[in-house]
């Protein structure tokens, strides 16, 4: 089933503001994996069934030439209040880019915390849907443009 749609994992949210996981927006290591048409996210299931290489996102990862199995670190990592606006918070970093890759049928991303290990490790922090149609290099460059508002924000004032 193809996924549609790009979506924050909510119990992600929920474990990080009760202290279940220690997520650390702006100083832990967090990467970027690719993923084929075949996953189906559950963005209000379980941290287990959002965690890199677990659940929902077991076997449907894409690897090849030049992109590794696990994704690649995300660098310049901000996680910003009053940004992009005042009354707002926003996610972002660099463009993840890789040259001489050689991948086939990319249909989105999902982004993780490699740094926590509880509850779950590599617990996912959101997943990005691309286009609905698939990707692929051959012996090229694979760089994913993150919006000029970063992976994501949100209003945290009415």
């Known amino acids: ?11 992600t949210i929920m474990d990080a503001l009760t202290q279940t996981a220690a997520i650390d927006l702006d100083g832990h290591t967090f990467k970027v994996a690719l993923y084929n048409n075949s996953v189906t996210p559950a963005y ?16 449907t990862e894409v690897t090849g030439t030049g992109w590794v199995t696990g ?5 310049s990592v901000v ?3 009053d940004q992009p606006a005042a009354g ?8 993840p880019s890789q ?8 249909y989105g991303c999902m982004v993780y915390d490699d740094t926590i290990t509880t509850p779950v490790a590599d617990q996912g922090l959101f997943a990005v849907a691309f286009s609905g149609a698939p990707y ?4 090229g460059t694979l760089t994913i443009t993150v919006d000029t508002n970063g992976w994501f924000y949100s209003d945290f004032t009415p």
């Open 136 to 139: 692929s290099t051959t012996a």
């Open 88 to 95: 707002q918070f926003r996610f972002d970093s660099a463009n």
């Open 71 to 75: 994704g690649y670190d995300l660098t």
């Open 79 to 81: 996680f910003a209040i």
């Open 1 to 11: 089933m193809a996924w549609g749609n790009s979506g924050i994992f909510g119990q």
């Open 44 to 59: 209000s299931g379980a941290a287990a069934v959002n965690a890199f290489g677990a659940g929902t996102w077991s076997g």
């Open 99 to 106: 040259p001489t890759t050689t991948l086939a049928n990319i």
